[in-house]
């Protein structure tokens, strides 16, 4: 199987942060036409608070970051920097807000297969990447469900449907190649007057199908709802199947939607594998580590993940995702998907 590993160019690594910078602003990549007319009366659940306090270190995270680039042939301890000082103070909240724009948001996944199923259905936990290791979220695939289904939740020890601390939810179809990501609002069947209460489509995820591996890499398209402009999630409630984020995707009708594709790994004729640039935050290769760029701007990384031990793996995001978002991407590129392999 190809793989993709941290590799990387040190000249490059240096100038892509200021490249980037002088772009216009990556925000402007994701806002849309704004909210649907039905929505506007409903406030979002998720304020952009706790932004304000953050947005004072873009400018020294640039220059930290490039100054990494510059000395990777040093330690090795110093190429892993940790996530900038994030106050979480209603995890909820949090959790479902978008990054705060110019700072990344920088997390670890653990995966836990200790226990008689776990090595069937594991128990994955987020956590900030930083001294604290201030917990985030926890995921669990469902045993009885006839397609691959994750419930998310705030909790790492309730991972239970019902209760207060689920989150949010990752669903695949039959074949394993599309998943739906909601958020924990109420199914279309228990709709109030008003839509309001109704669930969200947080994100949607496609894999290219590609059998025993023999076109190359991984191929992933993330489809997310745009933002308006105050800087905050359209609210994408599908009334049925045929209005959510996949079929919207499929049939082109793009409003208020935001594409985004995995960065394509370069060949390298040294270690004979596809190579991607993670500016040391992943150490080791696997067919999981991806980067999620817009088209338009595929300097400006969206997301990143990738294997860092065993059943340890580095989860990056920035603007406009949130903690959510990442986190279900990311099972999803766990789950077992013959057809893409």
């Known amino acids: 199987a190809a793989t993709s590993s941290d590799e990387e160019d040190d000249s490059d690594s240096s100038t892509k942060p200021i490249r980037s910078e002088k772009k216009k602003n990556p925000a402007s990549l994701f806002q849309t036409g704004g909210d649907p007319p039905k929505e506007k009366k409903s406030k979002k659940k998720v304020p952009p608070k706790g932004a304000e306090s953050e947005e004072e270190t873009p400018e020294t995270l640039q220059k930290n970051s490039n100054k990494k680039g510059k000395a ?3 330690k090795k301890k110093e190429e892993r920097p940790p996530s900038p000082v994030i106050e979480v103070d209603n995890l909820e909240e949090f959790v479902l807000q978008p990054a705060p724009q110019g ?8 995966r836990d297969k200790r226990g008689m199923d776990r090595g069937l259905y594991p128990t994955y936990y987020l956590h900030l990447d930083n001294d604290k290791k201030v917990f985030l979220l926890a995921g669990r695939k469902r045993k009885k469900s006839k397609t691959s289904n994750y419930l998310i939740s705030i909790d790492p020890t309730d991972l239970s449907r019902g209760g207060d601390n689920f ?3 990752l669903r695949s179809n039959l074949m394993g190649t599309r ?6 609002g109420a199914n279309p069947d228990r709709a109030n007057a008003d839509w309001s209460n109704v669930r ?7 894999y290219e199908t590609n059998v025993l591996g023999f076109k190359g890499p991984r191929k992933m398209t993330v489809i997310i709802p745009g933002m308006n402009a105050d800087c905050e999630r359209v609210p994408i409630r599908p009334r049925n199947d045929n209005d959510g984020l996949l079929m919207r995707w499929q049939n082109r009708n793009m409003d208020n939607v935001i594409e985004l594709h995995n960065k394509a790994p370069v060949w ?4 004979q594998s596809y190579v991607l640039n993670f500016h040391g935050r992943v150490t080791h290769a696997s067919v999981k580590n991806f980067q999620i760029v817009h088209s338009s701007d595929p300097d400006y990384i969206v997301m990143q993940f990738g294997r860092v031990a065993d059943d340890a793996f ?3 995001y920035n603007y406009p995702l949130c903690a959510v978002q990442a986190f279900a991407i990311a099972l999803s590129s766990f789950d077992g998907k013959l057809a893409c392999e």
């Open 179 to 184: 998943f739906t990501v909601f958020d924990n």
């Open 268 to 271: 390298n004729d040294e270690t």
């Open 200 to 206: 969200q489509e947080l994100s949607a995820v496609v």
């Open 103 to 110: 700072v990344t948001v920088k997390c670890r996944v653990t």
């Open 72 to 74: 990777k042939k040093s």
């Open 167 to 169: 989150i949010g939810k």
């Open 314 to 316: 580095t989860m990056d």
